[in-house]
């Protein structure tokens, strides 16, 4: 039987598409999400799902929360590490190598979500893949994110404009947890950071931890996941 070819509607509704950026700056993917969110809006291109690492940096979010950061931009700068504002809801976090970083360019109205969901939506999706290594990560009914004890292993921010979001979630995979002594992570005292790599004691390929992650995307949102090429 000859099969009949999606709409762009239908298409849209049925698929979600995930690249896979490899290691690249902060202010370079941001630029990109913006470019995408945009033809998103247009429905030009369909939800995104990125997949990449970022080079050592520090990101504030919208709030007011240079208090959150403890070093001086010299000290930063020493180490190798960029300061950046951003646009995303939170306060400071880290990104850096051994962190899977995700965002997601998805309007929301074609999963029948508000903000609130989809935060759940992507606090579930690693909570699942978090699982797969065989650690019970749960949640903070105050704070975003997702914690093992009072350790935080998962950061959440998003933004939304019109409808579309940008941003995502950031998993510590065997990122270096020393760097997070610069930053009071999330503007939370009291607690800690941890890692798949200091609960297991084993380093999972980034890809691994990606694929697993790009499967219950999928999964959670109702969505075939289809990989385009890089930078499309």
Same mark, same amino acid.
């Given at each position: ?20 950026? !490899? +290691?690249?700056? /902060?202010?370079?993917?941001?630029? &990109? ?5 945009? =033809?998103? @809006? ?47 809801? !939170? +306060?400071?976090? /880290?990104?850096?190598?051994?962190? &899977? ?5 998805? =309007?929301? @109205? ?71 002594r610069h930053i009071i992570a999330c503007g939370i005292h ?43």
């Amino acid at each position: 039987m000859k099969q009949i070819p999606m709409t762009k509607s239908q298409y849209q509704n049925a698929v979600m598409e995930w690249q896979d950026l !490899g +290691r690249m700056p /902060y202010r370079e993917a941001w630029s &990109l999400q913006e470019k995408l969110r945009a =033809e998103r @809006s247009e429905a030009v291109i369909t939800d995104r799902m990125l997949i990449v690492e970022h080079p050592p940096v520090i990101t504030m979010g919208r709030k007011e929360c240079i208090a959150d950061v403890v070093s001086t931009e010299s000290t930063l700068s020493a180490e190798g590490i960029e300061l950046i504002k951003s646009n995303r809801g !939170g +306060r400071a976090t /880290y990104h850096g190598p051994g962190q &899977l970083v995700s965002y997601f360019i998805c =309007e929301l @109205s074609s999963f029948g979500m508000g903000v609130a969901d989809f935060v759940f939506a992507l606090e579930e999706m690693c909570i699942r893949t978090l699982a797969d290594f065989d650690i019970c990560a749960t949640r903070d009914p105050v704070n975003p994110g997702l914690w093992v004890g009072t350790d935080k292993i998962v950061a959440i921010g998003l933004n939304v404009s019109h409808g579309v979001t940008q941003h995502g979630l950031a998993l510590n995979v065997d990122c270096d947890l020393a760097a997070y002594r610069h930053i009071i992570a999330c503007g939370i005292h009291g607690r800690g950071i941890t890692s798949i790599e200091r609960l297991t004691g084993q380093r999972p390929q980034q890809s691994a931890v990606g694929q697993r992650l790009i499967a219950h995307a999928g999964e959670i949102l109702s969505r075939e996941m289809k990989s385009v090429t890089p930078l499309a």
